[in-house]
């Protein structure tokens, strides 16, 4: 089953504008991970947020972690046609079962 | 490194015929993992080894499919005999400790006709 719920399933912007996707979860976790998908490729691992960090920055990518919530987004700034893809977000249901979401396809228009 | 390494990249089989994936994990990672993606299920962990030992494999979906993982560099997952319901990408994926990130492999489209 799936512990991971992204939102929205699909998003379409304009090339450099921000792109924000959401992920909800049920149980407590100890981390959660982003992970982006070209098509055709396999995973890419974006970014890793423990339980007791809020927010995380890499590069373009904002991801921010709510326990209290059991929610996280990932933002990406100033997107480009490279970062039209698939994005999973993926929590620890135990010591080293990860459970994706279905993900948000992002695509970006020049 | 290379990365993770998978092959075939494609394979298309007639149903009841035996089909072996292969998968090289990178060098000194410990845990390996072998996927399953579908557009109806998403994907879907099919079972995990670590240190070559297979630690949980809940996620295979029945006797039809097996796996090995005869040494640290190397990783089979076997189903046979295949059904057209089999038809996925499936991908192998590894990383250093057991809540590390993982590296994925390409993934092996398979096709069962």
């Known amino acids: 089953s799936q512990q991971g719920e992204e939102d929205p399933q699909a998003l379409s912007i304009q090339e450099g504008e921000n792109a924000t996707m959401n992920c909800s979860y049920k149980?407590?976790?100890?981390?959660l991970q982003w992970y982006r998908q070209n098509s055709g490729r396999g995973l890419v691992h974006l970014i890793l947020?423990?339980?007791?960090?809020r927010e995380k920055h890499s590069g373009r990518l904002r991801v921010t972690l709510d326990t209290s919530k059991k929610s996280s987004s990932l933002l990406i700034t100033a997107s480009r046609a490279a970062d039209t893809a698939s994005y999973f977000c993926?929590?620890?249901?135990?010591?080293?079962?990860?459970?994706f979401g279905a993900g948000t396809t992002v695509t970006v228009r020049a | 490194d290379a990365g993770v390494i998978q092959s075939p990249r494609h394979e298309v089989t007639e149903m009841g015929q035996e089909v072996t994936l292969r998968c090289k994990p990178i060098?000194?990672?410990?845990?390996l993992f072998w996927y399953r993606q579908t557009m109806m299920r998403g994907l879907e962990l099919l079972i995990y080894?670590?240190?070559?030992?297979?630690?949980?494999d809940s996620g295979m979906p029945e006797d039809r499919f097996s796996a090995k993982m005869p040494n640290a560099s190397f990783s089979t997952l076997k189903i046979q005999p295949s059904e057209p319901r089999d038809s996925a990408v499936y991908f192998c994926?590894?990383?250093?400790?057991?809540?590390?990130?993982?590296?994925f492999g390409p993934g092996t489209r398979l096709t069962v006709l």
């Open positions: 947020i423990r339980s007791n960090e």
């Open positions: 149980t407590s976790i100890n981390n």
């Open positions: 994926a590894s990383s250093l400790g057991t809540q590390d990130e993982q590296f």
């Open positions: 993926a929590t620890d249901a135990s010591d080293y079962k990860l459970s």
């Open positions: 060098s000194g990672h410990n845990s």
């Open positions: 080894f670590n240190n070559n030992v297979p630690i949980d």
